[in-house]
């Protein structure tokens, strides 16, 4: 069984509630590296990616509705339990987020009051985790590039679609060949439109999947580029609490 240790509480109110200011640096210490190990941590990217995951399997069950809407027949009791799921995973996601945003907004409140107390540049330093910083921002780009990709080819077809109606043929209605100017069907009659490529069906999930990895990605690279410039702007000028009170 894993017992995760609670988060460090805020700092007291009062500056003097320590013996000496050597405790306190102490206390700023640990405190700050705990906190900043928690919010650029390895799991919570994982937490992310989880609610990323359910998103896209729901995206994926809402494809599958729509397309079995679209077939209709024995395949609308499939829509319906496709439907249900769908829901049931995007909430999943959404409360997910949630939990995943209000922790974080937790993490940072309390790592801005610790950083309040004094200045001390050796946690200072230690406290900007370049390292997680650079691994939560590649990784968390990388998931952007593959949403932008996969929503770059799904637009990218309307637009070839586009130019053929402006070269005066229409993709899937057929194409003119001989003196005739007879009408050859692109594919054989009664067959869905966009069969090969899953009809609306298909671009509901794949719309859906590279929105989600585009968010994904961006609230990771948003965290590690946040944390990296609180550290930057907070933690190289912080305003001394200890002995007199914070000016800011």
């Known amino acids: 069984m894993i017992v995760r240790r609670p988060l460090p509480p805020p700092p007291p109110e009062d500056p003097h509630a320590w013996p000496d200011r050597e405790t306190m640096l102490a206390d700023r210490a640990a405190a700050l590296t705990e906190l900043t190990r928690r919010r650029l941590a390895a799991g919570r990217l994982v937490l992310l990616w989880l ?41 999943v996601a959404g409360v997910g987020l949630d939990f995943w945003l209000r922790q974080g907004r937790v993490v940072r409140e309390r ?8 200045r001390d540049p050796a946690t200072d330093v230690r406290a900007r985790a370049r390292r997680r910083y650079v691994t939560w921002l590649v990784v968390s780009l990388a998931l952007c590039a593959v949403g ?7 637009v990218a077809p309307g637009a070839d679609a586009g130019a053929g109606a402006a070269a005066g043929t229409v993709p899937g209605a057929g194409s003119v060949s ?4 007879a009408l050859v069907p692109d594919r054989e009659p009664g067959a869905p439109a966009d069969a090969d490529s899953g009809g ?49």
């Open 148 to 154: 932008a990709w996969t929503l770059f080819h799904l």
């Open 111 to 118: 790592l801005e009051a610790w950083a309040d107390l004094a």
């Open 200 to 248: 609306l069906g298909g671009t509901v999930y794949v719309l859906g999947w590279s929105v989600t990895c585009l968010i994904t990605g961006l609230l990771g690279a948003a965290r590690s580029v946040g944390h990296q410039h609180w550290s930057e702007r907070l933690l190289s000028a912080v305003p001394e609490r200890w002995g007199g009170g914070a000016h800011r």
């Open 178 to 181: 001989g003196t005739g100017n």
């Open 51 to 91: 609610t990323g995951l359910a998103a896209a399997v729901g995206w994926a069950a809402a494809g599958l509705a729509v397309r079995s809407l679209e077939l209709g027949g024995l395949n609308l009791p499939t829509a319906l339990a496709a439907l249900v799921l769908a829901a049931v995973l995007l909430a």
